[in-house]
């Protein structure tokens, strides 16, 4: 949705009436991830997009529908529905659509979401559109009960989006939970050319990249264009130091013991998603028997990814940034790192959102 802000800020500042649709599930193969948005206003003009062309006309209709009447709609589209070649879905997915109306009184409630640069969540109740904005400290809009913002607040803080559940037997209903947080943080650690390598996979993937090293002649921005921010620093401290969450990831590119060791003595502690280290096998195994000596658990060790990167069999920087990338995706998207012909998974998984129970 936040790609459509500046132009929702436009209709907002005309005081313009427009239904918004909005994918609130994936199941199989979609084109477009939950949280994707489509809106019209009451001309017909159209931003956005929800499919990537396939389901577009639908969702138009249900706007203009949903214009008129005022009430929310929910509809799913996929390939084994009678319309799906009507509506064009016949990627073999299905993506579950909510629309509801957006009116002046909500602006306030909608710019809550898509303005702050801090982490952020839109709560939409599936039953009646009514919405909420929910960031750290506090919400905006609609009431939530202190649980249900406490559950939102437990999805906003490892960037999860979906729908939950709330409530009990007759007075169970559904919210759609979309999460504006930060982009998640590649740490790389050891100002080497595979960290070079690395900082520019790290920015495609979408991740917000800092270079430590404790070597102030190599830890330069010349050497590093591609990094966020050029730390030079220990950086065992400077992880200790740093604000990181969920979905952190951290690459010790150092090929040095005075510096892996107390870094990965922390790295491995933290409740972070990734920890990877480069080294030869022999290297790697020196490695654990001094993280063991320095009283890491065998569970604690059992997180580190070492010798760091898929078996691509890359001799180059580059090739093994691509394979570290690699890893880093299939562990945060829980990929089974084979070659897509020689599974019969789908192509577009349906989209994991972790639970925070």
Excluded at 164 to 186: K, L
Excluded at 304 to 329: F, K, M, N, W
């Amino acid at each position: 949705m936040r790609e459509l802000t500046a132009s929702l800020l436009r209709w907002h500042a005309t005081d313009t009436q427009y239904a918004i649709a909005t994918v609130v599930g994936v199941t199989g193969s979609a084109p477009r991830p939950v949280g994707a948005a489509l809106a019209v206003d009451a001309t017909g003009t159209v931003l956005g997009s929800i499919s990537g062309g396939c389901a577009e006309a639908a969702a138009y209709e249900l706007c203009r529908q949903v214009l008129r009447s005022g009430s929310p709609m929910r509809a799913s589209f996929g390939y084994h529905d009678s319309d799906a070649f009507a509506v064009g879905l016949t990627c073999g997915g299905t993506i579950d659509v909510f629309v509801h109306r957006v009116r002046p009184a909500d602006y306030p409630i909608v710019e809550a979401a898509l303005l702050p640069p801090g982490p952020v969540a839109l709560v939409r109740d599936l039953d009646n559109g009514a919405l909420t904005t929910v960031d750290p400290s506090r919400t905006v809009g609609a009431h939530l009960d202190d649980a249900v913002v406490a559950e939102v607040r437990a999805m906003l803080d490892i960037g999860a989006t979906g729908v939950r559940t709330i409530g009990c037997d007759a007075g169970e209903s559904m919210i759609f939970v979309e999460s504006f947080a930060p982009p998640p943080r590649m740490i790389v650690c050891g100002a080497t050319d595979f960290a070079a390598a690395v900082c520019r996979v790290g920015g495609l993937l979408g991740y917000r990249v800092t270079l430590c090293d404790a070597r102030a002649v190599f830890a330069t921005r010349d050497r590093f264009p591609d990094a966020d921010e050029v730390v030079v620093g220990w950086p065992h401290r400077y992880l200790a130091d740093t604000p990181i969450d969920a979905r952190t990831v951290v690459c010790v590119l150092t090929h040095d013991p005075k510096f892996d060791i107390p870094l990965l003595e922390i790295a491995l502690r933290l409740p972070i998603a990734y920890v990877g280290a480069m080294g030869s096998r022999r290297a790697d195994a020196e490695r654990r028997t001094r993280l063991r000596a320095a009283g890491l658990t065998d569970v604690e060790l059992a997180r580190l990814h070492s010798p760091i990167g898929l078996d691509l069999g890359g001799r180059t920087a580059a090739e093994a940034a691509v394979a570290i990338g690699a890893e880093i995706v299939a562990v945060r998207h829980g990929g089974s790192t084979r070659p897509l012909h020689a599974t019969d998974r789908p192509i577009h998984p349906a989209e994991s959102v972790p639970s925070s129970q």
